[in-house]
């Protein structure tokens, strides 16, 4: 049995983020197109009308069709509920990191079976929204066996898992955060290593240092994991100094950033996450610039940071939305950074474009054109037009 | 044949927006509750399982309930598009008055169809939105015959129909603004009036200054339309001052206010509608301070200003969110302000709360409380439950 092959034509706006498929932008757009799909991958781009014969064919109208967007930061495997905080932080009470620890209390509290519901449900409510790609995160266990469980959960979701063993302290070790680093590079790292891609760490007052976070990470990439950093978020920091020194694929959040740490993220090829969802609800005071980021030639991703303290959202629309009013990004570079650079930042070639070779995750917005997504916040315009599997 | 009756039962949390029916509170929360409806309207509220007999039964289960949001600034009658301009905004440029003009003309340019057919379409995105009653103005027509046809339009769409003759001088008039206020206040009233509830003006450098806004309100007012003001927008000016001496129902935007113009809105019982989605679509460098208004004593409404220029957004959810973010309300303070705020800024006394005798428009929210609405911006969790004709 082979796969059907299916024809998506007659799209009004069509986003490639392939520049030589369109119009010669990053964003590659092309007007009057199709695309055709065949097991799950991109087989053939062009001109609505033109496309070799297939076994169906959708006609989508005058619409925005682009690749499904790449959400190369979520933490959306935890128990719990913070409404209440966030409440009262809205109500003027500030953000610290600690804050993680109450999510972490409920987490070890979940069995599995309620995790994985949480975890499912919220990845489902990404998809509708026109995700494709996430990345998960472990890092509400704090102990070896809620790790592990938390990594199974985000493993039966996605291929990209991160290990954030290092994302606070528990309250158990009363501030011993050198026995702690020696549990997440020892004992839990043989255990989530095999579950994970990648190994994350929070550089910031009140969790890891430079030095411990340096730890955690080389201990990780050791094992054969990519490096990803938590870095600059509440203040000026060494965290994204941290990730170019150990040429980490990613610096996230960056909301604090000296001239010095922009030009080494442009220097190292490393990708800026900007992750404003969480910068809006901390209320914090500065937003990420990513203006300087892109002049200085730094690669800029925009993710949702989806996770129950800071930034409980699952909406790559609203990141656009913000990215595009709050740090500087013009409605195009926020899309190419919600798609493209989301694959740069996750080192995926075959997400994020529709080039020929792409997985089929085709993504189509209740509007003419891809500028819609910043110019109508808040509105649900985007949703899956196909998964691969489609 | 008589309506059915529906029990909406076991609504995990219920939003009635009558402090006596639940918690004391302005939001009147009440939980494990009860709703029963008949013949569009709420006949009886309390204990889930205790409603009197009804027709048919809905199990709600452990999701938020709360009153239709009340959207009481809007200008969905219009033709044409602006992503472009919305797109060099965003790259840099400013934004002043005279960019509506670009609207205008192309909503002249629009067959009555092309317009109503545009406008249903963002009313229904509202409605699906979880929005029940709205306001529409005209405003994008500038003479006689547009400002007719899109009166007629907002009026097959809703009761709360505004005259918004005065948005800005049209460009025939180059610059005359007398002469186009002797019009708005003469032969395009004595046409609109049937057609509006509402008489409303644009106070702003390069629209209308104080005194023709007076002449136009007092206009209005003559023939029985009640008054509401775009006020203190762009810039501090006369605006909200107007507004009290004339006992407007609300003065909308409010971006811009004086310690003097917050005790005016007091005193004067004239409604503050914030519109935090223009603020942000228009990069403000600050919001309204909406802290401020309620200590003082004034009455706060927040609706979306849907407008193909400015805040080209239906979602009621994102102006409450924003307004919490932005502009120093409480998660329940912004649920307060789009919908019981929203219906004393139209001084409707049927909508914006579930007491006995209201509306039936109910909201149901993916989402277990009324402060999620806040805590997950972007998030598509709102939608009908019930619209009164169900």
């Given at each position: 049995m082979?796969?059907?092959s299916?024809?998506y034509?007659?799209i009004?706006?069509l986003?490639?983020c ?13 007007t009057?197109a199709?695309?055709v799909?065949e097991?799950?991958v991109?087989?053939w781009?062009?001109?609505a009308?033109r496309?070799?014969a297939?076994?169906h ?9 682009l ?11 935890f128990g ?14 500030p953000?610290?990191?600690?804050g993680i ?6 987490t070890r509290?979940a ?7 949480r ?5 489902q409510e990404m ?17 070896v066996d809620?790790e ?5 959960v ?9 290990y954030?063993g ?20 020892g004992?839990?790292l ?9 190994v ?5 007052e009140?969790a ?5 976070a340096?730890?955690v990470l080389t ?7 990519g490096?990803?950093?938590?870095a600059?978020?509440l203040?000026y ?15 996230d959040h ?10 080494a ?18 209320r914090?005071?500065?937003y ?8 200085a030639?730094?690669t800029?991703?925009?993710a ?5 303290g800071?930034?409980?959202t699952t909406?790559?629309p ?10 500087g990004l ?18 995926r ?5 529709l080039?020929v ?5 085709l ?5 003419p ?16 037009l ?5």
């Amino acid at each position: 049995m082979t796969a059907a092959s299916i024809c998506y034509d007659r799209i009004g706006e069509l986003v490639t983020c392939v520049p030589e498929l369109g119009d010669g932008s990053p964003l590659g757009v092309r007007t009057d197109a199709a695309v055709v799909v065949e097991d799950g991958v991109v087989v053939w781009v062009g001109d609505a009308g033109r496309a070799p014969a297939t076994d169906h064919r959708v006609e989508v109208g005058p619409r925005c069709v682009l690749p499904g967007f790449v959400d190369s930061h979520s933490h959306v495997v935890f128990g719990g509920d913070r409404s209440a905080e966030f409440a009262a932080r809205m109500a003027g009470e500030p953000y610290e990191a600690g804050g993680i620890r109450s999510t972490m209390a409920a987490t070890r509290a979940a069995d599995t079976a309620q995790l994985a519901e949480r975890a499912t449900a919220l990845v489902q409510e990404m998809r509708r929204q026109g995700t494709g790609v996430v990345e998960i995160k472990s890092g509400y266990g704090g102990d070896v066996d809620t790790e592990r469980r938390c990594l199974e959960v985000a493993a039966g979701l996605t291929e990209e898992t991160t290990y954030l063993g290092a994302h606070v302290v528990p309250a158990a070790f009363d501030g011993d955060v050198d026995a702690y680093v020696s549990l997440v590079t020892g004992g839990m790292l043989e255990v989530c290593a095999p579950l994970a891609r990648w190994v994350d760490v929070f550089v910031e007052e009140g969790a890891f240092d430079a030095d411990q976070a340096r730890e955690v990470l080389t201990a990780g990439m050791a094992v054969g994991l990519g490096a990803r950093v938590h870095a600059n978020q509440l203040r000026y920091g060494p965290g994204v100094q941290l990730a170019c020194e150990l040429g980490a694929a990613s610096a996230d959040h960056c909301t604090h950033l000296t001239r010095e740490d922009v030009h080494a993220l442009a220097d190292a090829g490393t990708v800026a996450t900007l992750v404003p969802g969480a910068d809006f609800s901390t209320r914090s005071p500065v937003y990420p610039d990513a203006r300087a980021l892109i002049d200085a030639g730094a690669t800029v991703a925009v993710a949702t940071d989806c996770n129950p303290g800071t930034s409980f959202t699952t909406s790559m629309p609203f990141a656009i939305a913000l990215a595009v009013r709050e740090c500087g990004l013009t409605p195009s570079e926020a899309v190419w950074a919600a798609t493209r650079g989301g694959a740069v930042a996750l080192r995926r070639h075959d997400v994020g474009h529709l080039g020929v070779g792409a997985a089929a995750w085709l993504t189509v917005l209740d509007a003419p054109n891809h500028l819609h997504l910043a110019y109508r916040p808040g509105v649900p315009l985007a949703g899956p037009l196909a998964p691969p599997d489609a």
